[in-house]
Structure formats: structure tokens, C-alpha cells
């Protein structure tokens, strides 16, 4: 048997997950899409009807729709094959290894939706992520983002006890390295609503956010915004998209900015308040005491915590009605209190020391099956 299976799809993750046998008092195998076992077509049964082949397809052609990508009838039966391929090799992975607990990366890939749908009862979890608070990483046995293990019951904060010699979350946001650098700041405006952009291609967005589908959507809300309430708005490109918008560029007036060259942090706290879907930006803006309103699904989507709507309407209703939102400093204080002290591991992976790599194995070992 294996303790840890360590499933990795990048160099990052396999050196990362490397280090955390090699340094560490964990046991286990880091393996690779190309390491897995050649199929075994007998268990074809066995493996077909516990996977839902018709979901995965769908996901990743939305992805490809996304990226501008073909789709259609030729690529979808060459993804069923690649599926039906991987699914054995899974198969044959779990059957030689019998891993106690697997470990991967964020977890919504299709090769890592196959593996967990094939997963024995009892078979621990492990998903890694980059940190939701500055200088940490994510660690969760459910999942990550809107899949997290987070509380989401505003009265769990409301009684929360934070341990003893639990840490506090850092105030000081960790800039994010821009795709174009050299972009000049402009002159914000005395108030306004800041609205960032996510990335199209990220299962953020396309996963996590029902009926916001894009950046050009939020840029049209954002302008329906500033026309029928006489907000200013500002947005923010995100830093690592490939996407350039020059069509929204070419529609912004006096009222609707981009302010691609300023600092999120700056963004942040000159604004009123702060519009995402699902992004890190609104986290960091409750982090900054900035009042958040979100349109996505968000693990902070917590009563006292933020604000949130589900439709244009309720976007316009919510803005309007902006300050008297019904926010509770308790919840925000108490729900920082139990990331940074608690949920959260301290220390990035991607410089990781040693300390690092201890405090993730001590988490491991003492939630593993």
C-alpha cells in the first residue's frame, strides 16, 4: 500500500511534491500521467459506469470555447477515446498502488476527475493550491475555491476561539507579476466602485460563475452600472490573461476606467467598494476592510461578510442601497482569524523552506486516512 500518491500534471507540482517525500516524514510515490500503468481493457465495466463521461466532455469543450478552439463532433469522440484511455490507466494505478490518500493539485483537470471518481472507499484527499492569504498555501481534503472545507455559516465566526498563538493575517498584498509590464497609473477618480478582471480561461470563471460568463459581460454590467446609478467605475485587466480587450478600451469615458498601471492594493482601498465574481481581489478586499460584493460562487460568500447578487437587478439594488449593507465587523475579523491561524498553511510552496514543508507534512499526517 501507498500512504500518499502524489497524482502531478506539472514540473512545479512534481518537484514541490518531491520535496515534501524527500524532506519530510511522509511516505509515498509522486506519479505522473506518463509513470501510470498501461490499461487494462478487462475492467472496462467496472470503470465505465462510475464516471460521468458526458459532464467531462462538456467541461473541457466549454474550456476550448473559451480558448477559441475546435469542439465539435471529430474532437469530442478523439476526447471520449483519450477519457476512456486514462480511465484505465487510472484504474491500474489505484489497483498497483492502492494509495491510503491521493494527492493533487487543485483537482478540477480532467485526469484528476477521473482518478477521484475512481477513488476506493475510504481513500483519503489532499488538494493543494496557491495561498488565499498573502505568503501561504492552500491545503484541503474536500477541494479547493468554492469546493473548500471553509465554514460557511456566518455564526460559526460570530463564536469563533481562535487557538493560542495562532498567527494574524498579513495586511500587505503580494503584487502579482503583470503579462505587460511598463503600464503608467492614471489618476483615479475621488470616488469610485473598482471592479477586477479575472481570467476567462480560469475554472473560476467557468466553473464558479453561473450567470457572468465573461469579462466583456462584467465590462457591460459595469457600464450598465455607471449609466443607471451615476457610479464611476474602474476596472483592472488581470495581470496574467492573454486576452487584450481593445473593443472595451475604445467604450470608456469620464465614468467607466481602466486602470491597468495602478496597484490592486491602491485599487482596493481608494475605492467605495469593491465588485468580483469569485476573485483572490475579494478576498484581499475584506482583507483590506474594503466591503465586497460578489456576482459568482465564492467560499466567501458568507452573510456579515459580504454582499453578494445573483442578476443585473440585484447588482443595481445592491449598489443603491451601498452603505447600508448589513456587514458584521465581527464575522470579517473572526473569518480572518480562522484563515490565517487555522485553514491556511503559512509559507508559500513555490520558495517553500524547510519550516514550510514540515508544517504541510504535520497537517497531513494528522488529517490523513
Same mark, same amino acid.
Given at each position: 500500500?501507498?500512504?500518499?500518491?502524489?497524482?502531478?500534471?506539472?514540473?512545479?507540482?512534481?518537484?514541490?511534491?518531491?520535496?515534501?517525500?524527500?524532506?519530510?516524514?511522509?511516505?509515498?510515490?509522486?506519479?505522473?500521467?506518463?509513470?501510470?500503468?498501461?490499461?487494462?481493457?478487462?475492467?472496462?465495466?467496472?470503470?465505465?459506469?462510475?464516471?460521468?463521461?458526458?459532464?467531462?466532455?462538456?467541461?473541457?469543450?466549454?474550456?476550448?470555447?473559451?480558448?477559441?478552439?475546435?469542439?465539435?463532433?471529430?474532437?469530442?469522440?478523439?476526447?471520449?477515446?483519450?477519457?476512456?484511455?486514462?480511465?484505465?490507466?487510472?484504474?491500474?494505478?489505484?489497483?498497483?498502488?492502492?494509495?491510503?490518500?491521493?494527492?493533487?493539485?487543485?483537482?478540477?483537470?480532467?485526469?484528476?476527475?477521473?482518478?477521484?471518481?475512481?477513488?476506493?472507499?475510504?481513500?483519503?484527499?489532499?488538494?493543494?493550491?496557491?495561498?488565499?492569504?498573502?505568503?501561504?498555501?492552500?491545503?484541503?481534503?474536500?477541494?479547493?475555491?468554492?469546493?473548500?472545507?471553509?465554514?460557511?455559516?456566518?455564526?460559526?465566526?460570530?463564536?469563533?476561539?481562535?487557538?493560542?498563538?495562532?498567527?494574524?493575517?498579513?495586511?500587505?498584498?503580494?503584487?502579482? *507579476?503583470?503579462?505587460?509590464?511598463?503600464?503608467?497609473?492614471?489618476?483615479?477618480?475621488?470616488?469610485?466602485?473598482?471592479?477586477?478582471?479575472?481570467?476567462?480561461?480560469?475554472?473560476?470563471?467557468?466553473?464558479?460563475?453561473?450567470?457572468?460568463?465573461?469579462?466583456?459581460?462584467?465590462?457591460?454590467?459595469?457600464?450598465?452600472?455607471?449609466?443607471?446609478?451615476?457610479?464611476?467605475?474602474?476596472? *483592472?485587466?488581470?495581470?496574467?490573461?492573454?486576452?487584450?480587450?481593445?473593443?472595451?478600451?475604445?467604450?470608456?469615458?469620464?465614468?467607466?476606467?481602466?486602470?491597468?498601471?495602478?496597484?490592486?492594493?491602491?485599487?482596493?482601498?481608494?475605492?467605495?467598494?469593491?465588485?468580483?465574481?469569485?476573485?483572490?481581489?475579494?478576498?484581499?478586499?475584506?482583507?483590506?476592510?474594503?466591503?465586497?460584493?460578489?456576482?459568482?460562487?465564492?467560499?466567501?460568500?458568507?452573510?456579515?461578510?459580504?454582499?453578494?447578487?445573483?442578476?443585473?437587478?440585484?447588482?443595481?439594488?445592491?449598489?443603491?442601497?451601498?452603505?447600508?449593507?448589513?456587514?458584521?465587523?465581527?464575522?470579517?475579523?473572526?473569518?480572518?482569524?480562522?484563515?490565517?491561524?487555522?485553514?491556511?498553511?503559512?509559507?508559500?510552496?513555490?520558495?517553500?523552506?524547510?519550516?514550510?514543508?514540515?508544517?504541510?507534512?504535520?497537517?497531513?499526517?494528522?488529517?490523513?486516512?
Amino acid at each position: 500500500m501507498t500512504q500518499f500518491l502524489f497524482f502531478s500534471l506539472a514540473k512545479h507540482q512534481r518537484i514541490y511534491f518531491q520535496r515534501l517525500l524527500d524532506e519530510t516524514e511522509l511516505q509515498g510515490k509522486v506519479v505522473a500521467p506518463r509513470n501510470m500503468p498501461w490499461p487494462r481493457p478487462w475492467q472496462w465495466r467496472q470503470v465505465a459506469r462510475r464516471i460521468d463521461w458526458a459532464h467531462l466532455v462538456e467541461e473541457k469543450c466549454q474550456e476550448r470555447r473559451v480558448k477559441r478552439k475546435y469542439q465539435g463532433v471529430l474532437y469530442r469522440l478523439l476526447l471520449r477515446l483519450e477519457l476512456a484511455f486514462m480511465a484505465l490507466r487510472a484504474e491500474a494505478l489505484l489497483r498497483r498502488d492502492r494509495p491510503t490518500n491521493v494527492v493533487m493539485w487543485n483537482g478540477s483537470h480532467r485526469y484528476c476527475q477521473l482518478l477521484l471518481a475512481l477513488l476506493p472507499q475510504g481513500c483519503g484527499t489532499f488538494f493543494f493550491e496557491n495561498g488565499l492569504l498573502p505568503d501561504t498555501t492552500t491545503l484541503d481534503c474536500k477541494g479547493v475555491n468554492y469546493r473548500n472545507s471553509v465554514p460557511r455559516d456566518a455564526e460559526f465566526y460570530r463564536s469563533y476561539q481562535a487557538p493560542e498563538g495562532a498567527v494574524e493575517a498579513q495586511l500587505t498584498l503580494v503584487p502579482r *507579476k503583470p503579462r505587460n509590464t511598463g503600464l503608467t497609473p492614471i489618476e483615479l477618480p475621488e470616488r469610485f466602485v473598482f471592479i477586477p478582471f479575472q481570467d476567462d480561461r480560469d475554472t473560476q470563471v467557468r466553473l464558479f460563475s453561473p450567470w457572468v460568463e465573461s469579462m466583456r459581460q462584467l465590462f457591460a454590467l459595469g457600464e450598465q452600472l455607471a449609466r443607471e446609478t451615476g457610479l464611476t467605475v474602474v476596472f *483592472k485587466e488581470h495581470p496574467s490573461s492573454r486576452e487584450a480587450y481593445p473593443d472595451l478600451h475604445a467604450r470608456t469615458h469620464a465614468s467607466l476606467l481602466f486602470a491597468n498601471g495602478n496597484s490592486t492594493q491602491e485599487l482596493i482601498q481608494s475605492s467605495q467598494f469593491v465588485i468580483t465574481l469569485n476573485s483572490t481581489v475579494g478576498l484581499e478586499s475584506v482583507l483590506l476592510d474594503k466591503p465586497v460584493l460578489t456576482l459568482g460562487q465564492a467560499f466567501f460568500n458568507i452573510p456579515g461578510l459580504v454582499a453578494h447578487a445573483d442578476s443585473a437587478a440585484e447588482l443595481l439594488e445592491r449598489a443603491r442601497a451601498f452603505p447600508h449593507w448589513s456587514l458584521d465587523p465581527l464575522v470579517r475579523e473572526n473569518f480572518l482569524r480562522y484563515m490565517a491561524g487555522e485553514y491556511c498553511v503559512k509559507g508559500g510552496w513555490l520558495n517553500a523552506d524547510h519550516e514550510q514543508l514540515q508544517r504541510v507534512a504535520q497537517r497531513m499526517l494528522l488529517q490523513a486516512r
